[in-house]
């Protein structure tokens, strides 16, 4: 049976994972009656920890909010979430955030165990990330501000840098955030085009928040509109390729922003829009089942063109039968 002490800090546990909780809740997870619930917070409150209580038959309780606790108590598996998620916040291009995620990393091995510090310091010099993309630096005042409008509903104003340097004010609903290719992206709705638009947070040159609220459609994908967005930018050619897998297969091998995938029977239709076709040729040479380019024939001569290089590539070398020297 476990000791008062042990239940004291899973009391504590327990209210630093949860807003709150009510006592009857409270006392069934640390298998005690309310009596002696009571008194563990008393013990707690004892020790300078602000517990906050509800009076009554459904009272609550919680920890002041703002409170700053002592070193969290993290199991193995907790410690090694949070080192590879720094690890990887690390990369993301937010500014300031290698340096953050390096001090933050620190902090959280001097509390720890001798033995977990020691895997988790050998994780952090041995692991690589692949962010071959380039990522554009990211102000992270900009990332908060947007994320907490996201999260309100509550619309901002932007000030904003087009590609082409043309820069313009407008009002926008974020309904959420995005990373992908090495660049963060917001999006919602644009008020100045009235519509559905995503905006290069790089490019977002001052934020501010205002009064209107906005209600988002539920269930918004930011990944999901931003993917379907980059795929169907009109661009100079139209192609579509009958893909002879199923759905799983053909997202596996394919990237997202290559088209849209649209099931068909026992295959996959993808449509595309395409400004270099013998890249788009050399994309489909590489896949590991067959294919049929619906539309455009300019695309089957590419594709032609890929075959002819490869067999004469593969003519240069020798063929020998299986078991010979």
């Known amino acids: ?59 609550a309780y919680r920890l002041t909010p703002g409170f700053k606790l002592p070193p969290l108590m993290f199991s193995d598996d907790e410690a090694l979430a949070m080192s590879l ?51 554009a630096p990211v102000q992270s005042a900009a990332l908060l501000e947007l994320s907490a409008a996201a999260h309100v509903r509550h619309r901002v104003w932007l000030q904003y840098c087009a590609a082409n340097g043309a820069a313009s004010e407008r009002e926008f609903d974020c309904y959420g955030l995005a990373w992908r290719g090495g660049r963060w992206y917001a999006v919602g709705y644009c008020h ?25 459609p539920a269930d918004f994908d930011a990944v999901r509109h931003l993917a379907l967005g980059l795929a169907t930018l009109p661009r100079a050619q139209a192609v579509r390729v009958l893909l002879k897998t ?57 594709i032609r063109n890929v075959a002819v290089r490869l067999f004469r590539l593969g003519s240069r070398y020798e063929v020998k039968p299986l078991g010979s020297a």
């Open 85 to 135: 998620g720094l690890l990887f916040a690390a990369g993301l291009g937010l500014e300031g955030s290698e340096t953050g995620a390096r001090s933050a990393q620190s902090k959280l091995e001097r509390v720890m165990p001798q033995g977990l510090r020691a895997k988790l310091r050998a994780l952090s010099a041995t692991m690589q990330l692949d962010l071959s993309q380039p990522v």
């Open 246 to 302: 199923d759905m799983a297969t053909a997202r596996a091998e394919l990237f997202a922003a290559i088209g849209l995938l649209v099931p068909m029977g026992d295959a996959v239709l993808l449509h595309s829009q395409v400004d270099d076709l013998a890249w788009y040729a050399r994309q489909l040479a590489r896949l590991s089942f067959d294919f049929e380019v619906l539309e455009l024939l300019a695309l089957q001569q590419e």
């Open 192 to 216: 100045l085009r009235n519509g559905l638009r995503s905006f290069r947070l790089d490019r977002i040159q001052a934020v501010a928040p205002r009064p209107q609220s906005f209600a988002a």
């Open 1 to 59: 049976m476990a000791s008062p002490t042990t239940r004291v800090l899973a009391l504590l546990e327990l209210l630093q994972n949860f807003d709150e909780l009510s006592g009857s809740e409270l006392a069934r997870r640390l298998q005690v009656d309310e009596r002696t619930l009571r008194r563990y917070v008393t013990k707690l409150q004892g020790l300078g920890i602000p517990v906050q209580s509800d009076r009554g038959r459904y009272g």
